[in-house]
Structure formats: structure tokens, C-alpha cells
């Protein structure tokens, strides 16, 4: 059973489009997070929900929404899609306080 | 605000050679340090993680990394590298709801 895991893996879509990423885990934490990791690798922050509440958004253009329908899910939409959303996004889930975050696989957004 | 810097970007070791991999953090409080590793096309995996105690930390793959306070360095080692170790490596650490990572450094194996 993979702990994290987010669907699609590869997504390559059209300037202007909506798409949403799903990430689901089974570690039972109470937290999870979205990365963007760019193409130098950098990897950033954008959001953090603890229990279904959004606790962290890091200045994300509110074109990303986040939605956790319960502890074990948080999807990600992106709405109007730019060219410069074209990164790789992972999923992470982790027990509050702890700071020790388990990732999932990544999905790689090609924005064309 | 936490930072970290990873003053190398690509290290090259001949396998079985050692390595030490650099991570500086700025932080105003006690830190929670981590390294990951991320091998090409994969996720982050959690190599080793420091909270409290014994300064020294052993993690999977046979790694390391000492925590020294006065030089606000968690830096990461491995007496004998490889070549599956060839990746992409992370030092994070935690404060005020989140991680921050470093800009990673990238670990290319020669055989």
C-alpha cells in the first residue's frame, strides 16, 4: 500500500485550462501540504491543511485552490492555467508539531 | 523567518569514496533538521532527522549528519558512497508550521 499518493503522475494540458491534482494517504496524520518544486529543483511551500483547516498559504495566486474533502485527501486546483505553473507538485502528509514530512510521488504539470 | 543554504549545488565522488554534503540554517530557535534525498523522477524520502539529544544522528542507506550548533551547520555524511546513492539531496528544517529546504545538491557517482 503506497502511503501518499497522488494522481495524475503526468498531466500536460493548454494555456488557460482548469486541472486538478489528488493526493491521498494512508498514514493517518493530521496534516498535509502542497510543494511546487520548480525546474532548478527548488522546492517551496504553497499550502498546508491540519485536520481539513487551512493552516499555510504562501502567497499562492489564488488561481491554486486547495480542497481537503477529509483528513485523508487534499486536492489541488488550478484554475487558468499560465505557462509558468509548468513544475513538478508533491503532496506531503505529516503529524502535527512533528515537522517530519512523507512525500508522495509528484505529478509533473506540463502547461503548453 | 528559517533558511537554509546548501553551499554546493553538484558534488562528483568515485564510488566508495567518502562524502560530506554541507547544509548551513538560519533559524531563531531550537531547529528540527532533516535530509532527503530524491532520486531522478521520484519523491523525497527521508534520509535522517534531528530534534534534540545526541548530536550525531544515523539514518537508512548508511548515513549521517552532525549537528553543531555554534556553526548552525547539519551537515551529511557516508564513509563509502554507491553508485545507487547517485541523487538529488535535501537539507530542510523546521519551524513556524513548515519546512524549508535548501536549493539541494546533486550527487553524481563515478565509477
Known amino acids: 500500500d503506497t502511503a501518499v499518493s497522488q494522481t495524475p503522475k503526468y498531466l500536460v494540458t493548454q494555456m488557460g485550462n482548469d486541472k486538478s491534482i489528488k493526493c491521498e494517504q494512508n498514514l493517518g496524520h493530521d496534516t498535509m501540504y502542497w510543494y511546487k518544486q520548480d525546474s532548478k529543483k527548488f522546492l517551496k511551500i504553497m499550502f498546508s491543511y491540519n485536520n481539513k483547516e487551512l493552516i499555510i498559504n504562501e502567497t499562492v495566486p489564488n488561481r491554486f485552490s486547495p480542497k481537503s474533502p477529509d483528513k485523508a485527501h487534499l486536492n489541488l486546483h488550478i484554475n487558468s492555467l499560465e505557462l509558468g505553473d509548468s513544475a513538478v507538485y508533491f503532496c506531503?502528509?505529516?503529524?502535527?508539531?512533528?515537522?517530519?514530512?512523507?512525500f508522495g510521488p509528484g505529478t509533473r504539470l506540463t502547461v503548453t | 523567518a528559517q533558511s537554509v543554504t546548501q553551499p554546493d549545488i553538484h558534488i562528483t565522488v568515485s564510488e566508495g569514496a567518502s562524502l560530506e554534503l554541507r547544509c548551513n540554517y538560519s533559524y531563531g530557535a531550537t531547529p528540527y533538521l532533516f535530509w532527503y534525498v530524491q532520486s531522478p523522477g521520484q519523491g523525497l524520502q527521508l534520509l535522517l532527522k534531528?530534534?534534540?539529544?545526541?548530536?550525531l544522528v544515523q539514518g537508512i542507506k548508511g548515513f549521517e549528519a552532525e549537528f553543531k550548533r555554534s556553526q548552525s551547520s547539519f551537515n551529511l555524511r557516508k564513509p563509502s558512497v554507491h553508485w545507487s546513492d547517485a541523487a538529488e539531496y535535501f537539507c530542510?528544517?523546521?519551524?513556524?508550521?513548515?519546512?524549508?529546504f535548501g536549493q539541494g545538491t546533486r550527487l553524481t557517482i563515478n565509477p
Open positions: 530542510a528544517v523546521g519551524g513556524a508550521q513548515k519546512l524549508v
Open positions: 534531528y530534534f534534540s539529544g545526541d548530536t
Open positions: 506531503a502528509t505529516g503529524q502535527d508539531r512533528s515537522y517530519e514530512q512523507y
